[in-house]
């Protein structure tokens, strides 16, 4: 047994599965494929897994104070990359793996996908349609934001297929929008969202973002209150995270804005908007970050991405997998292709069960080799102890303080099943 890199796991909390996720390429070599491999896998059967295509757009036309990500400050035409992604569509479409199978989700995020102008949007898909198969009960998402989600866009949406709307609310305190830099205060929030629903026949969910500077248990609790008042399909919920490069890491950098770090008042606000948002029984947990309304959203681009489906990556900054190779599409002319080995292919399937709250025994154990599974049920017996997973004949499931922890909890087993078998 190699112990040396093992740590105390609740040290810091991880907010984001992206913490988890990218841990076995550090054990493990990469082993970089060419484009032609990728191509080839492409003319294969394809095989029988759930499977999602992920389009990005990096760019916005309002950055959030606390982002990041792969996007830009819009400036400027969008043609040549509205083009681009078109073309995408047409070059891949060509291929057995969409001829033969249909897709069963569409996710298009980013940056703001809907910052395209109607021209635009319908032209991307108008070639998606054309191109691809969707299978008969698809989920295809659009995330956006309210201020320029217009009437011409959500029709052209609707006619293309679109029927999930993932909106990027962060809060519906005044105060927390205008922290996170959003547009609308709070009553013309709720304004649109009501008149987004009467007007959109798909699934509308949305974003919260807790732990803003000076943010009560009273605030979240009234965003919970309001999403049940919206009767929205889900909500997701994340702490507040600090990204290098942010407006928000300048603005603490230079003395302009001071987060509260402490883990008991995350964990206070994370307890109350759970527990308001689930108080009735009319919302569940579905994942670690997202509470849904019951026979409402069934988010199957997380429950694909973290199954061991396929999820084909299309647009600047996006990644996916398509069976064994992992791509990752850094520029309109440059991917890279990586292979993954079976043992990698398991540990993600392994890392990804433990992203929802309840893990059930005969779809984990085939997953798990005798040592592994030894080590394992070292690692619960700990976790029981901690009062942080219950454990019954059939499942293992996270308790509240398990929710809280869950990406630390999946970071863990993950890591020991590697340090302690290498």
């Not at 009437?151 to 922290?179: A, H, P, W």
């Not at 605030?219 to 929205?232: C, F, P, R, S, Y």
């Not at 230079?254 to 527990?275: G, M, P, T, W, Y």
């Not at 509470?291 to 199957?300: C, E, L, N, P, Q």
Request: hydrophobic share 30%; aromatic share 12%; glycine share 6%.
């Amino acid at each position: 047994m190699n112990t040396q890199n093992i740590q105390n796991p609740f040290e810091i909390r991880y907010k984001s599965h992206h913490n988890v996720s990218a841990l076995v390429g550090k054990y493990y070599p990469s082993v970089r494929l060419k484009e032609d491999d990728f191509l080839k896998k492409l003319n294969e059967d394809p095989k029988d897994v759930p499977r999602a295509i992920y389009v990005h757009t990096p760019y916005c036309d309002k950055i959030c104070s606390f982002c990041n990500l792969n996007r830009e400050q819009l400036n400027g035409s969008l043609d040549s990359y509205s083009e681009y992604i078109s073309d995408e569509f047409k070059k891949y479409g060509q291929y057995k793996y969409f001829k033969e199978k249909p897709i069963d989700v569409i996710y298009f995020g980013g940056g703001t996908p809907t910052v395209y102008k109607e021209y635009q949007l319908e032209q991307i898909l108008k070639a998606l349609n054309e191109n691809v198969k969707l299978a008969d009960d698809y989920e295809f998402t659009f995330e956006t934001t309210l201020h320029n989600l217009t009437d011409g866009k959500l029709e052209i949406m609707q006619k293309y297929g679109v029927n999930r709307l993932s909106i990027g609310i962060q809060s519906f305190s005044t105060v927390g929008r205008k922290f996170y830099n959003r547009t609308f205060d709070r009553e013309e929030t709720i304004q649109k969202l009501l008149d987004l629903k009467r007007k959109f026949k798909g699934e509308v969910c949305v974003d919260i973002i807790y732990n803003y500077p000076e943010q009560s248990v009273e605030d979240v609790i009234m965003d919970a209150k309001t999403i049940k008042d919206l009767d929205l399909g889900s909500s997701s919920f994340y702490s507040l995270m600090v990204h290098d490069g942010s407006t928000l890491s300048k603005d603490i950098k230079d003395e302009k804005v001071k987060l509260n770090e402490s883990l008991r008042i995350e964990k206070k606000l994370h307890d109350a908007f759970v527990d308001e948002l689930t108080k009735g029984e009319e919302y569940y947990i579905l994942e670690l970050t997202k509470i849904a309304k019951k026979g409402r959203d069934k988010y199957k681009y997380i429950k694909t991405r973290s199954f061991g489906g396929d999820t084909f990556p299309i647009g600047v900054g996006a990644g996916g997998n398509i069976d064994n190779i992992t791509v990752f599409r850094m520029k309109k002319e440059m991917s890279m292709f990586v292979e993954k080995s079976e043992y990698q292919l398991r540990l993600d399937k392994i890392s990804g069960l433990f992203q929802f709250p309840v893990v059930e025994k005969n779809i984990l154990y085939p997953m798990l080799e005798k040592r592994e599974k030894e080590i394992f049920t070292s690692i619960i017996d700990e976790f029981k102890e901690k009062k942080l997973i219950n454990e019954t004949i059939d499942n293992y499931t996270l308790t509240k303080d398990g929710l809280f922890w869950g990406n630390n909890i999946s970071r863990d087993i993950l890591v020991r099943l590697i340090e302690e078998t290498l």
